[in-house]
């Protein structure tokens, strides 16, 4: 079973980075899609940034500021976030599923919130 936690969250002020951390204790051995998430107050859940099989995708709103990586062992998932803005102000997820084929994600962690203030 895959056990997802996040950590790294904080508050910055506008232009400051953070990096996020999603620590993968269960199924180590498997392969899965991984991506991270954010929800806002009063808004849906959206998805920031994607990997799996070595392809990657990002939402349009954080192109050329996220970065998603990985480390060898796929123990430890990965979002460096520069140039921070209050849009970016959520609780950011990370998650797991085993078929990156369809629209469901099976394993999520708890969440670690981002606030940036202007």
């Known amino acids: 079973q895959v056990q997802l936690v996040e950590s790294g969250g904080g508050s910055v002020q506008s232009g400051g980075s953070l990096k996020l951390s999603c620590a993968n204790s269960?199924?180590?051995?498997?392969?899965?899609?991984m991506g991270w998430f954010r929800q806002a107050p009063g808004k849906e859940r959206e998805g920031v940034a994607t990997?799996?099989?070595?392809?990657?995708w990002y939402a349009a709103p954080v192109k050329g500021r996220f970065v998603i990586s990985q480390d060898d062992a796929k123990t430890t998932l990965y979002l460096q976030m520069d140039n921070l803005s209050p849009a970016d102000t959520a609780m950011y997820y990370c998650?797991?599923?085993?078929?990156?084929?369809?629209?469901?994600?099976?394993?999520w962690g708890q969440g670690t919130q981002v606030t940036v203030s202007s």
């Open positions: 998650a797991a599923k085993r078929r990156c084929g369809i629209p469901a994600w099976d394993y």
């Open positions: 269960g199924d180590i051995y498997s392969r899965y899609c």
């Open positions: 990997t799996s099989y070595g392809s990657t």
